[in-house]
């Protein structure tokens, strides 16, 4: 027996125990397997878990930190994480920061959208707060069907693959890796008559370094091994392609502006991929994509038409915008300042209402005019609220003097 197969066996008595409640039990099993695969996240988390429910709360603590080293875009870790959030919060404002940051990591998470949802749409917050179990807002499952976390393309950085496992439906392995280095033959111009313009959109170009261009290329969808449309699934979808063509060159015109620093305009392009007939393969590669773009660190942010936006909010995820209005509902807590933005604001009438999360610990206070430079998160809320998580927050005006 391997090595790997006798630890697995130690994560499925550990887990056992864990089920009848025999935590310290447990707790020992999972530190024995912590030792012999250091860099494995799942006995770490379980583990975080164990201690909690032992109401060793300095134990949780270490395991998490020791979580956040080992990988930090663990979905089990991000859900327990904003838990502790949730549990620790001063108010219904910080439990919500806490869940945006996690979502930022994981937008398709169910578990973190619904634990987002619950903390903005009920009444009694205190209540919620109190009562919420980890069974509700964290999915602790088995040591053989773990949840592996979103692979992100990471600036200037090398990706590790998971040996073994599935991430969002693509099954890692030497084929596959093989697969995602076969670089795209170039398009003919006629596809290009196939794509579509964005709307709401004014972008203005950055340049991009040759290792960010070659990473956008290995990211390709015109291989003839893929299913380009889902044919399975019967549920309506915002948006809809009648031929693969159109699909394939408006995926191609996205790298394309990507690979010009065309940021915003390509990030729309795979968000009407993401939201459409297209196969799970085919999303699981634009949400590869748009994870790069957020995580970019050049962005230039622009002035968006809020009214395209209003119209197809789900277009505009990871586009970088400037907002200029007044702030209210100030709050701050311990990783920054949470405020409502009303966009445009005029002295009587705004255009918009946006919720804007900054780092900055004092980024502004009740009345303030402001400049907001951030990146734009959609589909949070039962609402559609539109949350804008912030780069930077510049007060233009403070008690009628201008800054």
Excluded: H
Aim: aromatic share 10%; hydrophobic share 40%; proline share 4%.
């Amino acid at each position: 027996m391997s090595e790997r197969s006798r630890n697995f066996r130690i994560l499925k008595e550990a887990y056992r125990s864990f089920k009848r409640k025999q935590y310290a039990n447990a707790s020992v099993i999972l530190e024995k397997s912590i030792q012999s695969f250091p860099d494995n996240p799942y006995p770490v988390f379980l583990l975080a878990v164990t201690k909690l429910y032992s109401a060793d709360l300095a134990g949780a603590n270490t395991a998490m930190e020791k979580l956040q080293r080992v990988n930090p875009s663990y979905i089990p870790f991000l859900q327990l994480r904003a838990f502790m959030g949730l549990k620790s919060a001063t108010g219904r404002e910080q439990a919500i920061a806490f869940y945006l940051d996690a979502i930022e990591k994981a937008p398709r998470d169910k578990i973190l959208l619904k634990g987002l949802r619950q903390c903005e749409d009920l009444n009694n917050f205190a209540s919620f707060q109190k009562n919420s179990r980890i069974t509700d807002l964290v999915e602790v499952k088995g040591p053989g069907i773990v949840t592996l976390p979103d692979t992100v393309l990471r600036r200037a950085r090398k990706i590790p693959l998971a040996s073994k496992g599935r991430v969002g439906g693509i099954k890692w392995g030497r084929i596959a890796v093989i697969v995602f280095l076969l670089i795209a033959a170039v398009i003919t111009g006629l596809y290009l008559a196939g794509v579509r313009v964005p709307e709401g959109i004014r972008d203005k170009t950055i340049t991009i370094d040759r290792k960010d261009a070659e990473r956008i290329d290995m990211v390709d969808i015109s291989g003839s091994g893929y299913g380009l449309f889902d044919r399975l699934n019967r549920q309506p979808v915002k948006e809809f392609y009648t031929s693969p063509d159109v699909m394939i060159a408006e995926f191609n015109e996205a790298r394309k502006l990507m690979k010009q620093g065309r940021f915003n305009s390509a990030v729309v392009m795979l968000n009407r991929i993401m939201n459409s007939n297209a196969s799970q393969v085919v999303k699981q590669k634009c949400e590869f994509l748009v994870k790069f773009i957020i995580d970019s660190d050049d962005r230039f942010y622009e002035k968006p038409d809020v009214k395209a936006i209003q119209q197809k909010p789900w277009l505009y995820r990871g586009a970088a915008f400037e907002l200029e209005g007044k702030t209210a509902n100030v709050k701050r807590f311990g990783n920054g300042t949470g405020f409502t933005l009303m966009v445009d604001y005029d002295g009587k009438n705004f255009k918009w209402i946006a919720q804007v999360f900054s780092p900055e610990k004092d980024a502004a206070v009740n009345g303030d005019s402001v400049k907001v430079q951030g990146v734009y998160i959609y589909g949070i809320g039962s609402e559609g609220n539109a949350y804008i998580s912030s780069a930077r927050v510049e007060v233009t005006n403070r008690d009628g003097k201008s800054k």
